[in-house]
């Protein structure tokens, strides 16, 4: 393995300077990172985004993370013979799903982001939406139109959730006392039923509750890109909504903008959609003259 040639030490400086007037802008800012699945795919990306989150909160901000878990919940699946179905993004989920996809999210992915981060001397809390009653949900009720020539169908999604209440309180506790939240997007129903809920959705719901200065949504693509593959730096509803009915935006990025847009309209100062794949993406957009991906704008 070749490793990055030394930079100068002017360079260093220079990196280090040109991110102070950032780190003072943002100090005491709350900044939720969605963790997309498709985004943790080998050992040094991991290692990265752990180091990331770690660094902002030694630098003074409040980083919470929300991770998703699509391909990790699908292997497992396979290995069981039941095939993973998606309407709109979302994964139809009855029973035995429920249970893989709470057993994957709340164990072995949290736990392994947790155990990441304090690897490198952060100190990351694992929960689920069900822990200090974070996350209520109910069954989220998808319409859906295959073609425009099909009349919509409303698709009962099993135990697919939609965010009913946040109650932040677990997390100002466990931020304000050093430690970094580490969110499975598992929520509880008011019958004590348990809901699987789309990351994107959760992080969106977490960022407005917390009036995050930062939404970050960490994904598999430098972010939204046009019918010509072209990659699109700002994005507004209106050219959202033209782009979904026309179907240039589709499958899970569907989810991932509409929630975008709800945590810009409810206050989120910004929601960037960022390439999980490209190493310190994180770093790079929030300390860095040159903003990358695609931001959602109202
Ligand atoms: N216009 C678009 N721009 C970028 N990606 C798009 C677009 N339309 C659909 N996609 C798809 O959305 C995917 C990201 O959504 P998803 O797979 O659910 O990500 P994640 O698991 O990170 O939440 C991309 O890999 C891409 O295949
Ligand atoms: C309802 C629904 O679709 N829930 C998602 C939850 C995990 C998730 O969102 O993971 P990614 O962010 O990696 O896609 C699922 O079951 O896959």
Redesign the pocket.
């Known amino acids: 393995m070749t490793s990055d040639p030394m930079p100068a030490n002017s360079t260093v400086a220079d990196i280090l300077i040109e991110a102070l007037p950032y780190i003072r802008r943002f100090s005491g800012m709350t900044v939720v990172v969605?963790?997309?699945?498709?985004?943790?795919v080998d050992d040094q990306l991991k290692t990265d985004f752990a180091r990331d989150i770690t660094l902002l909160k030694f630098i003074g901000l409040n980083p919470v993370v929300v991770?998703?878990?699509?391909?990790?919940?699908?292997r497992v699946l396979d290995q069981m013979g039941i095939r993973?179905q998606?309407v709109r993004?979302?994964?139809l989920?009855d029973g035995p799903?429920m249970d893989v996809?709470e057993m994957v999210?709340g164990g072995k992915v949290n736990k392994g982001i947790v155990a990441q981060i304090n690897q490198q001397g952060g100190k990351a809390v694992g929960l689920s939406g069900k822990d200090g009653g974070l996350i209520e949900a109910r069954k989220?009720r998808i319409v859906h139109q295959a073609d425009a020539d099909s009349p919509p169908e409303i698709i009962d999604?099993g135990m697919?959730?939609e965010v009913t209440r946040i109650d932040p309180g677990i997390i100002h506790t466990l931020s304000q006392q050093g430690f970094i939240p580490i969110i499975a997007?598992v929520g509880a129903g008011a019958a004590g039923e348990t809901y699987?809920?789309?990351?994107?959705?959760?992080a969106s719901h977490i960022a407005v509750a917390l009036s995050a200065g930062r939404l970050m949504l960490l994904?598999d693509v430098d972010g939204v890109v046009d019918a010509h593959d072209q990659l699109i730096s700002s994005i507004d509803a209106a050219t959202i909504g033209r782009m979904i009915d026309d179907g240039s935006i589709s499958g899970?990025m569907i989810?991932k903008i509409e929630y975008a847009l709800h945590a810009i309209k409810n206050g989120v100062k910004k929601v960037p959609i960022l390439n999980g794949r490209r190493r310190h993406a994180i770093l790079l957009e929030l300390f860095t003259d040159r903003g990358i991906g695609t931001e959602v704008i109202e």
């Open positions: 969605k963790y997309g699945g498709h985004a943790m991770h998703g878990g699509g391909p990790q919940i699908n993973p998606f993004g979302m994964r989920t799903t996809v999210l989220m999604p697919v959730g997007p699987n809920i789309n990351a994107d959705l959760v994904t899970g989810p």
